[in-house]
């Protein structure tokens, strides 16, 4: 099945910094997301990126899309102590989402005030 | 907007014994509707999803059940828990046509 991996699987940084993460999955897709979840919490979904697309936009985040490597990352710049969390990625399957997301494992972030 | 309720937040339930979450969404009809678990420090598996009324799919063999008796509400089961069946139970709606997926604020079951 295809599966997003994410790294690194921990990341602190200090507030104002940018942080990337980086994702990599293996069969086609029709979209990849990220999603944020705050300790204890369901998910919160961040940005949706379609595979004919290469970067997208919304506030403080940035994602790119690269088909040709199956890989895409996620940049959030000056970064923020309530930008502590853990940032999945995740991809649809044959059904277009309909069937579920496969997630990967996740980066946790924290953000040193 | 979409509202999902989930209940009960915490769990504590003997090995052994059954089991049942609820989960109910507000705001939309006809939703497809998905049961994740997430273990400790890790991502979300798929455990079922379904697209109508008394529609389940089963992504993975497992001790647990899920059953859909009205549009808007889905109940995962189990007659019998295991103690592998801990975990964070994350209940979802959307996800169809490139839309993203909604979650609710999930059960913590622990087993003993």
């Known amino acids: 099945s295809q599966q997003g991996e994410e790294d690194p699987q921990a990341l602190s940084i200090q507030e104002g910094e940018n942080a990337t993460m980086n994702c990599s999955y293996k069969?086609?897709?029709?979209?990849l997301q990220w999603y944020r979840q705050n300790s204890g919490r369901g998910l919160v979904h961040l940005i949706l990126?379609?595979?004919?697309?290469r970067e997208k936009h919304s506030g403080r985040l940035r994602v790119t899309l690269d088909t040709s490597k199956k890989s895409s990352s996620l940049l959030i710049t000056a970064s923020r102590a309530a930008d502590t969390a853990s940032y999945f990625c995740a991809t649809d399957g044959p059904g277009g989402g309909a069937d579920g997301l496969t997630f990967g494992k996740g980066t946790h972030l924290i953000i040193q005030p | 907007s979409q509202t999902i309720h989930q209940w009960p937040a915490t769990l504590v339930q003997p090995v052994g014994s059954p089991l049942s979450l609820e989960c109910t969404v507000e705001?939309?009809?006809?939703?497809?509707l998905y049961w994740y678990r997430q273990a400790a420090g890790r991502g979300l598996q798929l455990l079922f999803y379904s697209v109508g009324i008394g529609q389940i799919s089963s992504e993975v063999p497992q001790n647990l059940s899920a059953s859909r008796p009205q549009d808007r509400q889905f109940i995962l089961s189990s007659k019998k828990l295991l103690l592998s069946d801990s975990g964070f139970y994350l209940c979802?709606?959307?996800?169809?046509?490139?839309?993203?997926?909604?979650f609710g604020d999930g059960t913590r079951l622990s087993i003993l």
């Open positions: 705001g939309t009809s006809n939703p497809n």
């Open positions: 990126i379609r595979s004919n697309e």
């Open positions: 979802a709606t959307g996800g169809a046509g490139n839309q993203p997926q909604h």
């Open positions: 069969t086609s897709i029709n979209n």
